[in-house]
């Protein structure tokens, strides 16, 4: 689904040196995490002759996924005060995680909500980061929570892919990138909320306005799909996608509109297409990832003849899975790569 930029207002956002300077602030407690060239049997069997693909390492990241960068650059601006208080968030994990780490490095602290259908390794970590973890029966309620914790003990809310300071966050990661890696042809980054894919994608058209831009959703998840096609940020009925840590249940004005500008086209790929990226990221590259971690490498795969013969960034934004999530993933992809 192309981006019809041309009927898109421009929303506000950070130009390229508010996300160089952000890049700097978030130095202390960010990783610059590496890159890696995609070589193998495996996937040459699926690529056209002379496509090149560069993996972004974010599974590297302090946590295990990109959320720090948001994290932290929303809580960088809260005075001493607030910080002081303490922060909420509402997350079945990875966001969970980031704002754990992020209110310990920064001296705060963190009560975070989470849905009783978690994975139970993903709360484990979120305590061991420094949170306080409150379950409840299910996202509904756990916004109703963090609502309350606001209320009762003044804790800031921190939204997991929502707002500017979120984006400008996110945008170090598209920035860090292609300093990296140099002039790229293509670039796909998964979408849940958004805030990942509007943050990049803001970066790399502003460094580099040839590169396309691809945002990934699955399926079962396809907010930003509706939301394109409405002009307006939409909902969906349900979230039906193994790839949990991309079941946003709705898309929101900021990174919505972000998305809307900078992102060139939409694809969706399906369950089997994760667990197919999974094992193949396994089986070339060695990397455990969790199905959101793979999706921007099914898209690329899905999008074969589209980027034939170009240099392509791939964001492996994750690895938080359980053993037994990742196992049961990995034989079930394992056919789509022999």
Sequence with gaps: MPTPRSIAQAPDFPDVAAIQRAHRTL?????????????????????????????????????????????????????????RRGITAVSAGNHAMAVAYAARVLGSHAK????????????????????????????????????????????????????????????????????????LDAVFVPIGGGGLCAGMACAIKQLQPRCKVYGVEPVGADSMHRSFAAGSPQKIERVATIADSLGAPYALPYSFALCRHFVDELVTVD??????????????????VEPAGAAATAA???????????????????????????????????????
Excluded at 272 to 288: G, H, N, R, V, Y
Excluded at 302 to 318: E, P, Y
Aim: net charge neutral; charged share 25%; hydrophobic share 40%.
């Design 112 to 183: 975070v909500a989470m849905p009783r259908t978690a994975d139970p390794a993903r709360v484990q970590a979120c305590r061991e980061l420094g949170g306080e973890v409150v379950l409840t029966d299910d996202i509904a309620s756990a916004f109703a929570l963090a609502e309350e914790l606001q209320r009762a003990e003044g804790r800031h809310f921190v939204h997991p892919f929502e707002g500017p300071r979120t984006a400008l966050g996110t945008a170090t990661l598209g920035y860090e990138f292609l300093r990296q890696t140099g002039q």
């Design 300 to 338: 690329m795969l899905q999008q074969r003849s589209a980027v034939a013969g170009k240099r392509v960034g791939v964001i492996v934004c994750g690895a938080n899975v359980s053993p037994e999530t990742f196992s049961n993933c990995l034989a079930r992809g394992r056919a789509g790569i022999v």
């Design 27 to 83: 130095q202390p407690w960010i990783r610059e995490t590496p890159t890696w060239a995609l070589e193998g049997h495996r996937l040459r069997a699926r690529l056209d002759d002379g496509t090149r693909v560069t993996l972004k390492l974010e599974l590297f990241q302090h946590t295990g996924s990109f959320k720090p960068r948001g994290a932290l650059c929303v809580m960088q601006a809260l005075d001493d005060a607030t910080l």
């Design 271 to 288: 369950d089997d297409e994760l667990c197919s990226a999974m094992a193949l990221l396994f089986a070339d590259a060695k990397l455990a």
